[in-house]
């Protein structure tokens, strides 16, 4: 899943105050998953909002709508008709939900009420992590299933580093070494032999390098 | 082995000499004294100085420049050229850049990452690793290549190194690690400071096992210490060191007015034991900011003099 965090409740402040009538808007898609941006953040972050134009006595009006997702046309559209009412959007989905909104309602201020991070996994309840930077050309097959590219922090696809310590990476002891779950994995599946093939230089531009990149699937386009 | 490039320090390799470098770090602003001041006191007991390339992250004036510097004094250096801060472009044209300069000694690193330095908010690279960095000077020199195909009008003559830590983890694939660079194409070998000697013996050993020693030189590192307190830094702080107990106690068990003395007794018994281990084929001595211990270092462990012209 796309894995976000909630953005300080100050950021938000600043980004609404001076309108009306505000529609904080969630997604019931990642965001919900981790607890950043689904119905239950909306209505959190509503109140307190609430709350702090009523201290300020400032008179604000908040509606609360989540969407199924924000990265389609289809239920974007669900909110075509009450979008004139608002001055405001503040979008709970992650960068992409948020842009989409931007790109569908033109006239409208659009802001994010969070910070997307990253591809990641749940590890535990509370505690998510990376797993893929999305580079478009998968090397997962060689590295045992474990991505350096996403994992390592120097992005080595021949580590480890000099720096692996005890199965930690240089940058963190809180961090794996992704290195070294790899030789590991490799010796589980008895491929340990496998290390010794050196990864060629990877082509970067299917990756951020090349610029905005789009997938055209003509087999499945109407 | 017959030698590939006007290096002098491959030309002291190859004839069985033991080699010796040293490094130098370059200075926090754009005074060139600060180096060729270093590169004076140390030059007459080394083969080759390494210019680190912003080294532990922090900004300082180039690797490059810092060479050109020796180059300009007589002295043969090693570029050191971390994947951290260059692409591919920035990477090819700094090799062209040093060898325009007649530069023939290169060492590729990944970098430490930049989270250590003075910048750890700025971006990184990593478009190469340090293996595919090897690769890239190997390709450039031998076939006259650039990575996108097209030839090199001069290609770059250098002699080709990388480091190896054979303390860092996981231990078992430290050798197989060393085996990797060697099939990239790497020449020379500088190791991380040495401390734990039983442990880079079982590395030296293993590597001798798989003829290892053969293909490459290997380069002992060695660093001396100040104080009981950067015996105990580099134990705990630096990632990959390995510096055991007993030469933390030996160190903190003289009083704090010896303890430089006994750093460099320590350094010099390390040189004295691992002449003897076989596949060391020379000794790079690292004295961090503390170069004007370099000549002693060098003539107690019987290093010095250094060879003549070859």
Same mark, same amino acid.
């Given at each position: 899943?796309?894995?976000?965090?909630?953005?300080?409740?100050?950021?938000?402040?600043?980004?609404?105050?001076?309108?009306?009538?505000?529609?904080?808007?969630?997604?019931?898609?990642?965001?919900?998953?981790?607890?950043?941006?689904?119905?239950?953040?909306?209505?959190?972050?509503?109140?307190?909002?609430?709350?702090?134009?009523?201290?300020?006595?400032?008179?604000?009006?908040?509606?609360?709508?989540?969407?199924?997702?924000?990265?389609?046309?289809?239920?974007?559209?669900?909110?075509?008709?009450?979008?004139?009412?608002?001055?405001?959007?503040?979008?709970?989905?992650?960068?992409?939900?948020?842009?989409?909104?931007?790109?569908?309602?033109?006239?409208?201020?659009?802001?994010?009420?969070?910070?997307?991070?990253?591809?990641?996994?749940?590890?535990?309840?509370?505690?998510?992590?990376?797993?893929?930077?999305?580079?478009?050309?998968?090397?997962?097959?060689?590295?045992?299933?474990?991505?350096?590219?996403?994992?390592?922090?120097?992005?080595?696809?021949?580590?480890?580093?000099?720096?692996?310590t005890?199965?930690?990476?240089?940058?963190?002891?809180?961090?794996?070494?992704?290195?070294?779950?790899?030789?590991?994995?490799?010796?589980?599946?008895?491929?340990?032999?496998?290390?010794?093939?050196?990864?060629?230089?990877?082509?970067?531009?299917?990756?951020?390098?090349?610029?905005?990149?789009?997938?055209?699937?003509?087999?499945?386009?109407? | 082995?017959?030698?590939?490039?006007?290096?002098?320090?491959?030309?002291?390799?190859?004839?069985?000499?033991?080699?010796?470098?040293?490094?130098?770090?370059?200075?926090?602003?754009?005074?060139?004294?600060?180096?060729?001041?270093?590169?004076?006191?140390?030059? #007459?007991?080394?083969?080759?100085?390494?210019?680190?390339?912003?080294?532990?992250?922090?900004?300082?004036?180039?690797?490059?420049?810092?060479?050109?510097?020796?180059?300009?004094?007589?002295?043969?250096?090693?570029?050191?050229?971390?994947?951290?801060?260059?692409?591919?472009?920035?990477?090819?044209?700094?090799?062209?850049?040093?060898?325009?300069?007649?530069?023939?000694?290169?060492?590729?690193?990944?970098?430490?990452?930049?989270?250590?330095?003075?910048?750890?908010?700025?971006?990184?690279?990593?478009?190469?690793?340090?293996?595919?960095?090897?690769?890239?000077?190997?390709?450039?020199?031998?076939?006259?290549?650039?990575?996108?195909?097209? #030839?090199?009008?001069?290609?770059?003559?250098?002699?080709?190194?990388?480091?190896?830590n054979p303390f860092a983890?996981?231990?078992?694939?430290?050798?197989?690690?060393?085996?990797?660079?060697?099939?990239?194409?790497?020449?020379?070998?500088?190791?991380q400071c040495i401390y734990n000697?039983?442990k880079f013996?079982?590395?030296?050993?293993?590597?001798?096992?798989?003829?290892?020693?053969?293909?490459?030189?290997?380069?002992?590192?060695?660093?001396?210490?100040?104080?009981?307190?950067?015996?105990?830094?580099m134990k705990?702080?630096?990632?990959g060191m390995d510096v055991p107990?007993?030469?933390?106690?030996?160190?903190?068990?003289?009083?704090?007015?010896?303890?430089?003395?006994?750093?460099?007794?320590?350094?010099?018994?390390?040189?004295?034991?691992?002449?003897?281990?076989?596949?060391?084929?020379?000794?790079?001595?690292?004295?961090?900011?503390?170069?004007?211990?370099?000549?002693?270092?060098?003539?107690?462990?019987?290093?010095?003099?250094?060879?003549?012209?070859?």
């Amino acid at each position: 899943m796309i894995v976000a965090d909630k953005k300080p409740i100050e950021e938000i402040i600043d980004m609404v105050k001076g309108y009306r009538k505000i529609l904080i808007l969630g997604c019931n898609e990642c965001v919900t998953v981790c607890e950043a941006g689904g119905k239950k953040e909306v209505a959190v972050l509503a109140s307190a909002l609430r709350m702090y134009f009523m201290n300020e006595g400032t008179k604000i009006e908040m509606d609360e709508i989540t969407l199924e997702r924000q990265c389609d046309h289809e239920y974007l559209e669900e909110i075509r008709n009450s979008m004139d009412q608002y001055d405001a959007v503040v979008s709970l989905a992650c960068g992409v939900g948020v842009q989409f909104m931007a790109e569908k309602y033109f006239g409208s201020p659009i802001y994010p009420g969070v910070n997307t991070c990253f591809m990641g996994v749940t590890e535990e309840r509370g505690v998510w992590s990376e797993r893929c930077q999305g580079c478009g050309q998968c090397i997962l097959d060689r590295t045992a299933g474990i991505c350096p590219i996403s994992r390592c922090a120097k992005r080595l696809l021949n580590g480890p580093c000099g720096g692996s310590t005890k199965g930690k990476c240089e940058i963190s002891k809180d961090l794996d070494c992704a290195w070294q779950i790899i030789i590991d994995r490799l010796k589980e599946l008895d491929r340990l032999d496998d290390y010794e093939e050196i990864a060629p230089i990877k082509d970067w531009s299917t990756e951020r390098a090349g610029g905005p990149r789009k997938v055209v699937r003509e087999d499945v386009r109407q | 082995m017959s030698t590939k490039t006007p290096s002098r320090l491959e030309k002291i390799l190859d004839s069985g000499q033991l080699a010796v470098t040293s490094e130098c770090g370059p200075p926090r602003g754009s005074d060139p004294e600060a180096i060729t001041k270093k590169a004076e006191i140390i030059k #007459d007991h080394v083969d080759a100085i390494n210019i680190t390339d912003n080294q532990t992250s922090v900004t300082r004036l180039s690797s490059l420049a810092a060479c050109i510097h020796l180059k300009l004094m007589g002295i043969e250096s090693t570029l050191q050229m971390v994947v951290r801060d260059r692409n591919r472009i920035a990477l090819q044209s700094d090799i062209l850049g040093a060898a325009s300069f007649d530069i023939h000694n290169i060492l590729c690193l990944s970098g430490d990452h930049q989270m250590f330095g003075d910048s750890p908010q700025g971006q990184n690279v990593f478009d190469l690793d340090s293996m595919q960095l090897i690769q890239t000077v190997r390709l450039m020199r031998d076939e006259g290549k650039f990575l996108g195909g097209d #030839d090199i009008k001069r290609p770059p003559k250098m002699f080709v190194g990388a480091a190896a830590n054979p303390f860092a983890d996981p231990f078992e694939i430290r050798v197989p690690r060393l085996a990797k660079k060697i099939a990239a194409g790497v020449e020379f070998i500088q190791t991380q400071c040495i401390y734990n000697l039983d442990k880079f013996e079982l590395w030296m050993k293993e590597a001798r096992d798989r003829g290892l020693h053969e293909k490459v030189y290997i380069l002992a590192g060695v660093t001396p210490f100040k104080s009981a307190g950067m015996a105990k830094y580099m134990k705990n702080r630096v990632p990959g060191m390995d510096v055991p107990d007993e030469v933390v106690k030996r160190m903190a068990g003289v009083p704090k007015e010896n303890q430089p003395e006994e750093g460099i007794d320590i350094c010099v018994e390390t040189i004295q034991r691992l002449k003897e281990c076989e596949g060391v084929r020379g000794f790079h001595v690292m004295a961090i900011e503390w170069e004007e211990k370099v000549p002693e270092i060098v003539e107690r462990g019987g290093l010095y003099p250094r060879p003549e012209d070859l």
